[in-house]
Structure formats: structure tokens, C-alpha cells
């Protein structure tokens, strides 16, 4: 039976690599983006290529009323959501003082209230029919923290919460909640390394090297088909990292 799955952050990295996971699976894919739309249109034609069916969805999720908008949009074309994969994110590495309110509200709008605002809107619709999963991609820097990252990690770390709270609060509904916590996955998110950059990150990894986009899209697959009692977890996926 084919799923209906909302996947933001679609058009590159992890969030593309779920696109085309769920494609491969013959499901529905509804693939928002906002910054890179040529990307998304190409997603959406693999994803079709692979057997899925897809829509592209343009919304910049930082804005009030998009979420809704996404989920009309969805529903529209495909119908309520079975699976909300939300993996819009963006990254912010420098010093902590030098940072501004400008761009800490920025950061905090596109990985957190953007999160809350699109699982607001799919809880709207999976409440109805007493079923439903939720995966946010967090990050392993919201359980260990980050030097020159503190924004950044503080922002995953409240998706860990809010994971976490909302599975307690959804589970009497048969909706499971979680978090998938990647380490260092070869994404452009991580392509501002030097090579030598690269090198030292990938001698601290147990694994030897980077995840792959691919493989954590796998991972988030099997969150998804896990039994229902799998909810509330925070699953970090990183080689050993941490």
C-alpha cells in the first residue's frame, strides 16, 4: 500500500536522499523546498523515475501560514500525510559573540519553529485517523553540543525535546515520534571543509569516514517501518562519533 510521506528539505542531502528512498518504496512523495527549486523539480522526476509519485512544493517554511499551506498542497494532490519527515535545517559555525539576534532568530526559525509549525499542521490531519509517524532529523551535536556551534546545537537539542514530548503526548493516538540524530554526513551542509579539515573530522570517527546521505536516509527508513512501540527515541547515527 502506497504511504503518503511529507519530506521538507528536500531538494539536496539527507532530505533528498529520503525523497528518492520512498520513491524506490513505489510511495507518494510531496518534496518542499524553497532555495533551491531546479533541485526539488529533479528530485521530483527521480522520485518518479524510481516508481514513486512526487510533487514539488515551494514553501519557505520560515513564514507564518506555510506549514498549512504545505499540508493543503499535500492533501490536494495526494491526500492526508501518513509520514512527515522534517529535515529542513541549516547550519551556523562561527564564534558564539559573534553572533546576532538577527541571525539567531534566522537559524531558530528554519531548524525549530518551522519543525513545530509542520508537525502542528500533519498532527492536525493524523489525529482523525488514530495514526501517523513523525521523524525529525536532528543531529548529534543537539546530545553532545558543539564548540562554535552552540546555536546550531541548541536548536537540535530542543527538536530532541520536543520528540521526545510530543511521542508521550501522541502515543495514546497510535502516532510514533522520533528524532534521528545524524553525525558527519557528506552533505554540501559539510562541503565548507578544507581537505585537510575533512581528514582530522574523519580520523575522529571510529567508522573512518563520513556517513553517506544514502545511507542515512536507510536509517531513516527504518525508523519508519519499525513497530509503532519504537517512539520517543533519539537515534543517533554516527559511525561511533560520539
Known amino acids: 500500500m502506497k ?3 511529507i519530506i521538507t528539505g528536500a531538494s539536496r542531502g539527507i532530505g533528498r536522499a529520503c525523497a528518492l528512498y520512498f520513491g524506490r518504496r513505489k510511495d507518494c512523495v510531496a518534496a518542499v523546498g524553497f532555495r533551491h527549486p531546479e533541485a526539488l523539480s529533479e528530485v521530483c522526476e527521480a522520485v518518479r523515475e524510481a516508481g514513486g509519485e512526487a510533487c514539488a512544493i ?3 517554511l520560515a513564514q507564518p501560514g506555510a506549514a498549512e499551506r504545505v499540508l493543503r498542497a499535500c492533501e490536494e494532490r495526494f491526500g492526508a500525510p501518513d509520514i512527515l519527515v522534517s529535515n529542513a535545517g541549516v547550519s551556523a559555525v562561527r564564534l558564539f559573540q559573534d553572533g546576532t539576534d538577527e541571525a539567531t532568530e534566522a537559524l531558530m526559525e528554519t531548524n525549530l519553529t518551522s ?3 509542520m508537525a502542528r499542521a500533519a498532527v492536525k490531519r493524523m489525529l482523525p485517523r488514530h495514526e501517523g509517524r513523525i521523524l525529525f532529523v536532528s543531529s548529534v551535536f543537539g546530545i553532545t553540543g558543539a564548540s562554535m556551534e552552540a546555536e546550531y546545537a541548541a536548536s537540535k537539542g530542543a527538536l530532541n525535546a520536543l520528540a521526545k514530548s510530543l511521542a508521550k503526548e501522541l502515543a495514546p493516538s ?8 545524524p553525525g558527519a554526513i557528506d552533505t554540501d551542509m559539510n562541503a565548507c571543509l578544507s581537505e585537510e579539515d575533512r581528514a582530522l573530522l574523519e580520523e575522529e ?3 573512518g569516514r563520513m556517513g553517506t546521505p544514502e545511507e542515512a536516509a536507510e536509517m531513516a527508513g527504518l525508523i519508519l517501518d519499525a513497530p509503532l512501540y519504537l517512539t ?3 537515534i543517533p547515527f554516527d559511525g561511533a562519533w560520539t
Open 232 to 234: 520517543g527515541a533519539v
Open 115 to 117: 519543525a513545530i509549525r
Open 58 to 60: 515551494l514553501e519557505d
Open 205 to 207: 570517527i571510529p567508522f
Open 174 to 181: 497510535g502516532i510514533a515520534v522520533n528524532a534521528l540524530a
Open 3 to 5: 504511504r503518503i510521506v
